[in-house]
Structure formats: C-alpha cells, structure tokens
C-alpha cells in the first residue's frame, strides 16, 4: 500500500489545482486498486482497509501505517526494501 501526492480537481479561489493523494493497493490474487483522497492520515486507511483486514501490509516507513497496525494482531507490517536507505 502507498499514497502518492497528485494536483488534481481545480480549486477556484485559488486559481489552482487542488493537492491529494492517489492511494494504491495491491492484493493476494495481484489485484490492484487505486483510490484518491485529500488527506494522506491514519483515518483514510482505516476507510480503505477498515479491521477487517489480515495478513501483511507492505508500506514505507510513513507513521500513519504503523498507527494503524498498531493494535492489530492479525496484521503484520513490513517494510518495503526500497524505502530501508
């Protein structure tokens, strides 16, 4: 799981794009689904994976992942390889 910054939407008070998140989720059976929301928090992956979900959840070392696995026995956080530098 990942969440990428986009400009997208156009925000026009401000005459720009708006800034968010595309978040990214890849499955077992290699599924993958992408979502976008304005926020990158713990909140969003709760919406996204709520606590229903079980087994191991592949992230970079960003603190909202490890909030939300924190009190979670059947959820096992690993680190993804590339972020380890």
Request: charged share 30%; proline share 1%.
């Amino acid at each position: 799981m990942d969440e990428t910054p986009i400009k997208a939407g156009h925000n026009k008070e401000k005459k720009k794009l708006k800034s968010g998140y595309i978040w990214s989720l890849y499955g077992k059976k290699k599924e993958v689904a992408f979502w976008y929301h304005e926020s990158r928090g713990t909140k969003v992956i709760m919406k996204l994976l709520a606590k229903d979900f079980k087994g191991t959840l592949v992230t970079d070392g960003y603190e909202a992942y490890s909030n939300y696995t924190k009190d979670l026995s059947t959820v096992e956080h690993a680190m993804c390889w590339s972020h380890t530098r």
